[in-house]
């Protein structure tokens, strides 16, 4: 039974110390805004019509 109390133990450890970089990402990290450009290929915007079929 002691294993199993060292387990959960370590467990809640390891969760607290992830949980504890999480607040600290959040309280001392500020993101920084920035222009995002994406290019997009003209054969995307413009692409040909398909074929029509005929029955």
């Known amino acids: 039974m002691p294993t199993l109390f060292r387990f959960l133990f370590i467990l809640a450890v390891v969760a607290g110390v992830i949980y504890g970089s999480m607040v600290a990402l959040v309280l001392f990290v500020e993101p920084r805004e920035r222009g995002v450009t994406v290019r997009v290929p003209?054969?995307?915007l413009n692409a040909p019509?398909?074929?029509?079929?005929q029955p």
């Open 49 to 53: 019509a398909a074929p029509k079929q």
């Open 42 to 44: 003209s054969e995307r």
